[in-house]
């Protein structure tokens, strides 16, 4: 398990290129059979991603960075898998996830495991951590049961549609928000005009881009902006200090997820246009 340290906004005027992505860029989620994680110290978050291609995964705690014996013994989790059909198993019950649908874990299940139906189209499990201090059930949001939020316009380069699992209108967690946001063909802006949330920090795992294809994620304080060129299957962490916002050379899909004070997912501090630099 890799661990990130926190930075102050001030440390990080002064960040180049290679040091933005060591402190914000997680570059590598995907390996063969195994499970990757990566520990935030902004808001300890974990996100991982596991990828069962000829065997199952488990998700395993690291005893000596977590203090657990096991990974959810104080934590809860958001899964989403993005990849060809596969099973999520917890504590013995399976629940099967098709491309793009939702799993919620609470506080306490002790092994799950991750697994592919077919080693042909193999699952891709992305997922997002945090602690979390009460156990709500296992539930899982399915892509077609969730009740999609159209926003945007091709005018603005950014018609997209918002689906929400893990809210205080859906799936119920301890502080974890998680969904995902499907831009449709030719637009390519998400979340501009920007905003923060100083009350939560936010992950944005970007895919469903060709091989060629790039997003200019953009991060910084309002005026003193910096950006990050992320590719496919690349996850961004952003501190609640920092706007998150980016313009892809195509159009893709994101899952975003946060956590920290409160889960309003309305809590925006707009950033107008004018004030961005």
Not at 80 to 104: A, P, S
Not at 135 to 145: D, G, L, R
Not at 200 to 215: C, I, K, L, Q
Request: proline share 5%; net charge negative; charged share 20%.
């Amino acid at each position: 398990m890799e661990i990130r340290y926190a930075s102050h906004p001030h440390e990080v005027k002064g960040y180049d290129t290679a040091k933005l992505r060591e402190h914000f860029l997680i570059d590598k989620l995907f390996v063969p059979d195994r499970l990757e994680l990566v520990y935030s110290h902004i808001d300890r978050f974990i996100v991982g991603g596991a990828y069962p291609v000829q065997e199952a995964v488990a998700l395993e705690a690291d005893t000596r960075e977590m203090g657990a014996a096991f990974f959810l013994e104080r934590r809860e989790i958001g899964i989403i898998n993005i990849g060809g059909k596969g099973i999520v198993t917890v504590d013995g019950t399976d629940y099967g996830l098709e491309t793009r649908d939702c799993l919620y874990i609470g506080l306490g299940a002790r092994d799950v495991r991750f697994a592919s139906a077919s080693a042909d189209r193999p699952a891709k499990f992305y997922f997002n951590s945090a602690p979390a201090h009460k156990a709500y059930p296992t539930v899982k949001a399915a892509i077609s049961e969730a009740s999609p939020n159209h926003l945007g316009a091709l005018s603005g380069s950014n018609e997209r549609t918002i689906y929400r699992y893990i809210h205080t209108g859906g799936v119920q967690s301890c502080q974890l928000v998680m969904g995902m946001t499907l831009l449709k063909p030719n637009n390519m802006w998400n979340t501009m005009p920007c905003h923060t949330h100083n009350r939560r920090s936010e992950v944005y795992f970007y895919f469903d881009m060709p091989e060629d294809g790039v997003v200019f994620h953009l991060m910084g304080e309002p005026k003193e902006t910096r950006h990050l060129v992320v590719r496919n299957e690349q996850a961004v962490l952003s501190p609640s200090w920092s706007i998150h916002s980016g313009v892809g050379t195509s159009s893709y899909t994101f899952i975003w997820g946060m956590a920290g004070e409160n889960q309003t997912f309305e809590d925006m501090d707009p950033v107008a246009m004018k004030d961005l630099r």
